[in-house]
């Protein structure tokens, strides 16, 4: 790995709250000369995929209360600092879905909002599927929608306004399947 063309001098915290700091840094830039660097800090994020024995999958339609909106999307969540993604996807897949795996495939990560935020978000496939209580946090309103995986693709694609972490969910489990993955 080659050295980073940017030397961090500091960072500030600006604003922090449960799931994510608003932070600057003050870094050297290429010519040498300092700059300011604002950015989310996040701990991560979560994606799953859940695939039931007949193949189907499962699709969530979330209001989105930034964006005004309903959107479809698989499960996904975010991570609290230091937790294990695995952990997580286990943990929003009940809460969101009422789903518990026995099976997990990791399928890849992505940086969803590179330039803006420090978050990844993990993907994983999860089989094995057992139906539990969906438990939902007040701030979220979520209702469950099972089809083939080529009705959820095309619902994804399809909407006006897309997820695109979703789509990142689509693209890894895409590679997962052309790479030999059942």
């Known amino acids: ?31 040498g000369s ?42 996904i969540g975010g991570m609290k600092r230091g937790e294990d993604p695995r952990h997580a996807a286990e943990h929003e897949l009940e809460e969101e879905a009422g789903l518990i795996a026995s099976r997990w495939t990791y399928l890849g990560a992505f940086a969803p909002y590179k330039g803006v935020s420090t978050e990844h978000t993990y993907y994983f496939l999860a089989e094995g599927l057992t139906q539990v209580a969906q438990r939902l946090e007040p701030e979220e309103d979520i209702t469950l929608h099972r089809m083939s995986l080529d009705d959820a693709r095309a619902r994804l694609l399809d909407q006006e306004l897309c997820d695109a972490q979703s789509w990142g969910g689509l693209m890894l489990l895409d590679r997962h399947f052309a790479r030999g993955g059942r």
Not at 1 to 6: L, N, Q, R, T
Not at 36 to 60: H, S
């Open 1 to 31: 790995m080659s050295e980073p063309p940017f030397t961090r001098i500091a960072t500030k915290v600006l604003v922090e709250n449960p799931w994510h700091r608003y932070c600057v840094d003050r870094y050297v830039r290429t010519d």
């Open 34 to 75: 300092e700059g300011e660097y604002f950015y989310v800090d996040m701990p991560g994020a979560v994606g799953i995929i859940p695939r039931f024995d007949d193949g189907t999958t499962l699709l969530c339609r979330q209001w989105r209360y930034l964006l005004g909106r309903h959107l479809w999307e698989f499960p």
